[in-house]
């Protein structure tokens, strides 16, 4: 066996996290190590160090220094909310074959939920209806706009925090929406987490569709179970991953939602720019990543 290679993965302790943890606990040429906001110890991590929050601004030290203090061959994120941030860091201190990111616009882009939907309409990607929740006066307003219910969540945030369902125009979390946060029209139909790998060298595309078979918060929320469906089972939602990885020009591993709307058409609801929780479905993608990185 070879010299081991030293992954260090980024909010270790989160749903993400622990999905890798497991994976690479699996892997005898890693030495995996993990950092968190609040360090604790975690299944397949060598150690759990604590980190800075992305917007505090001891995080680049901080992360800098990790890489250094680790020599990690990988850096590996899996906080949303750090992602457009790492990107830049990354390209400034010339770690972009290092931190397993795409490059700082389409990061930046994908860390946005309004701003992937309009980047993906723009290129014909099919979405959602879509707006800003203070384009939209009321919740009556909402509902019409939509023709039927609408979902409201953050424009920036991770792991279903905020998700919710408006069905009402009585509902009181409209009182609480500004334009932080995006209104979608609702889509009925089955749910899927397209679990997809870019190569940044190749430019192949791998994409594995899992279905949502149990949500947190029942209609809508991450997924508690999810079943991976043969290859060339819904082909048309593979396509449509494909389509948006390509219109956002992300790489790297990819965690995507997308839902049928009431006349069958997937709809890209969001897109993760790193691994997600289900990644151990679908675990090609760190396959790949190993394989590939640093890049």
């Known amino acids: ?13 989160g749903p993400a996290g622990r999905a890798l943890g497991a994976q690479l606990a699996r892997r005898p040429d890693v030495r995996a190590v993990g950092v968190d906001l609040t360090p604790r110890a975690v299944p397949g991590f060598e150690r759990v160090d604590p980190v800075p929050a992305a917007g505090e601004p001891a995080y680049d030290r901080a992360t800098l220094e990790l890489v250094r203090r680790h020599e990690a061959d990988l850096l590996v ?5 750090e992602l457009a941030h790492l990107a830049v860091l990354a390209e400034a201190a010339g770690l972009t074959g290092t931190v397993v990111v795409a490059g700082p616009g389409p990061t930046a882009t994908a860390a946005d939920k309004l701003l992937t939907m309009l980047a993906l309409d723009r290129q014909g990607v099919e979405v959602p209806r879509h707006a800003a929740a203070d384009a939209l006066g009321s919740a009556a307003q909402a509902l019409d706009w939509a023709a039927g219910p609408v979902v409201v969540k953050p424009r920036v945030a991770r792991g279903g925090r905020g998700v919710h369902v408006v069905e009402d125009a009585r509902d009181p979390v409209w009182a609480t929406l500004d334009a932080s946060w995006i209104v979608q029209s609702f889509a009925p139909g089955p749910e899927y987490c397209p679990q997809v790998y870019q190569s940044p060298t190749t430019g192949e595309t791998q994409v594995v569709v899992l279905e949502k078979t149990g949500r947190k918060q029942g209609r809508v929320g991450n997924a508690t179970t999810v079943t991976r469906l043969p290859e060339g089972d819904a082909a048309d939602v593979a396509d449509v991953a494909r389509a948006a990885t390509e219109a956002l020009g992300l790489v790297g591993p990819l965690d995507m939602d997308v839902r049928r709307l009431g006349d069958g058409t997937p709809v890209v609801l969001e897109v993760n720019a790193r691994f997600g929780a289900v990644s151990a479905s679908a675990p090609e993608l760190l396959d790949a990543v190993l394989g590939e990185w640093p890049a």
């Open 1 to 13: 066996m070879g010299e081991r290679r030293t992954v260090v993965v980024t909010g270790a302790a």
């Open 77 to 81: 994120p899996s906080v949303s909310e």
